[in-house]
């Protein structure tokens, strides 16, 4: 394993698990509390999270494993395990890009505010739906970390 190798490996494992703490506290905790909000509390806390998940923080640790992943895969150790890690890595990325971010834009356009029927609605298209996909993309980064452990244990 070069420098280099150890350096991505290395980073790309650590922002790995970051991401996956995020998204599993998210599981088990913040959206089953709010899932017990009425409606207008519910899709205005979203909205609040929404925003201000959007920094520079948090999209660079979202962005920095697959890039830091794919150098891995070519410099650092155990390439069947770094690349499983950044398969399931990317499977994480396509599922947030493609259907939790889409879906957080459409709450976006919910006026919290707006008639009990409104938020309902809004509330409805999105709920399950974004749940069922932070599950999956959130099992998918817990693998994709486990895998950069694997592959970091392996001389």
């Known amino acids: 394993m070069t420098s280099l190798g150890h350096a991505a490996l290395v980073s790309g494992t650590i922002a790995t698990g970051l991401v996956a703490g995020i998204f599993v506290a998210f599981w ?3 959206m089953p509390g709010l899932a017990k909000t009425d409606d207008a509390t519910f899709v205005h806390a979203m909205q609040e999270m929404n925003t ?6 948090f999209l660079v640790l979202f962005v920095l494993p697959a890039p830091a992943l794919g150098v891995a895969v070519f410099t650092g150790p155990s390439r069947a ?36 029927s409104v938020v309902e609605a809004g509330r409805e298209a999105f709920e399950a739906t974004w749940n069922r996909l932070h599950v999956i993309r959130t099992l998918a980064v817990v693998a994709s970390f486990g895998c950069c452990v694997g592959a970091a244990m392996t001389r």
């Open 81 to 116: 395990w770094v690349i499983a890690a950044l398969v399931l890595y990317l499977v994480c990325f396509a599922i947030t890009s493609a259907g939790n971010v889409p879906l957080n834009d459409e709450l976006m356009e919910v006026d919290p505010s707006a008639g009990a």
């Open 28 to 30: 088990t905790s913040i």
């Open 52 to 57: 201000a998940i959007l920094n520079p923080v």
